[in-house]
């Protein structure tokens, strides 16, 4: 890719590139699907699609394959089917793109629901979020799972920039405000290039930074019965190294990532995720 400007830059391929991996992300849905279930997932609903990255990824595996991106944002899915969707070549009709709000999704049963990047942060009252999980276990299939990341630690809690250099462009992560009362959270990315130029507040997230033990009960009460969390192990260098195992005690770091994996109770053929 030719170094971006602040003139040819898109921010939404800068964002991808950025934070998703999405050929990762389902490697990752898949064997845990499998782990649990014995078979192959071929329903996805990815709320808060955005890019619609995951979607047009998924429908790639198999013919057999489908996917539902939903957004709130017109303007993010368009770019979505201009931009992404032609990736999936044959299979983009195998894609749907839905504009509406995650709170009213459609009946659809799913295998695998997504809401990544923390997304969900942005349903600030406790009912509001009760009522998105309960929508989402309404429609999963019955061998259907929930998947949700989830980020913490005292470090999430102070203002601070963080810098990840990129080829060509650094991705800056801005936590700009925390109310320690209410848990509202302001952050932004900004994008800075070589030539000293960039894009300032290219992304804004007015949400709640909620606790993991308080989306854990929020999931029980929304119907959810066995909810497992995939905690990140960690390379010699201290940093996460992007294998996520289940886990019960986790080294309990400044500043995690984890996945949140929700479903209904299952005796076999689970051979323990
Ligand atoms: C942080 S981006 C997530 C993009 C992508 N899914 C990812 O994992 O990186 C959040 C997206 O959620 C959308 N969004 C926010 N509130 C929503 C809602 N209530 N229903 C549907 N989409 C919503 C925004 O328009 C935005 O595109």
Redesign the pocket.
């Given at each position: 890719m030719a170094k971006p400007t602040a003139r040819t830059a898109d921010k939404h391929r800068l964002?991808?590139m950025s934070?998703?991996d999405p050929t990762e992300?389902i490697r990752f849905l898949r064997r845990v699907y499998r782990d649990v279930f014995g078979s192959e997932p071929k329903v996805l609903r990815?709320?808060?699609?955005?890019?619609?990255?995951?979607c047009c990824r998924w429908v790639r595996i198999s013919p057999e394959h489908r996917a539902l991106?939903?957004?709130?944002?017109a303007e993010?899915l368009e770019w979505a089917r201009a931009h992404n969707l032609p990736s999936a070549g044959r299979a983009a009709p195998r894609v749907r793109l839905h504009r509406?709000?995650?709170?009213s999704p459609p009946r659809a049963r799913a295998h695998v629901v997504?809401?990544?990047?923390?997304?969900y942060f942005?349903?600030k009252e406790r009912p509001i979020l009760l009522s998105?999980f309960r929508k989402v276990r309404r429609t999963l299939h019955a061998k259907g799972l929930f998947f949700l990341?989830i980020y913490g630690g005292p470090e999430a809690q102070i203002p601070q920039i963080e810098e990840l250099v990129h080829p060509g462009f650094s991705y800056l992560w801005d936590q700009d405000a925390y109310n320690p009362i209410t848990g509202d959270y302001r952050c932004f990315i900004h994008f800075r290039f070589t030539d000293g130029n960039g894009i300032r507040k290219a992304?804004r997230?007015d949400w709640r930074l909620w606790s993991l033990p308080e989306v854990r009960d929020l999931l029980r009460e929304a119907g959810f019965e066995e909810i497992r969390v995939y905690w990140e192990g960690t390379s010699a260098d201290g940093e996460g190294n992007g294998v996520f195992r289940p886990a019960l005690r986790p080294v309990n770091d400044p500043a995690w990532i984890a996945y949140i994996v929700a479903g209904p109770r299952v005796r076999s053929p689970a051979r323990g995720a």
């Open positions: 964002y991808e934070v998703q992300e990815e709320d808060f699609c955005g890019t619609a990255a995951v991106g939903i957004d709130l944002d993010v509406g709000n995650v709170l997504t809401a990544m990047n923390f997304s942005t349903f998105y990341d992304f997230y």
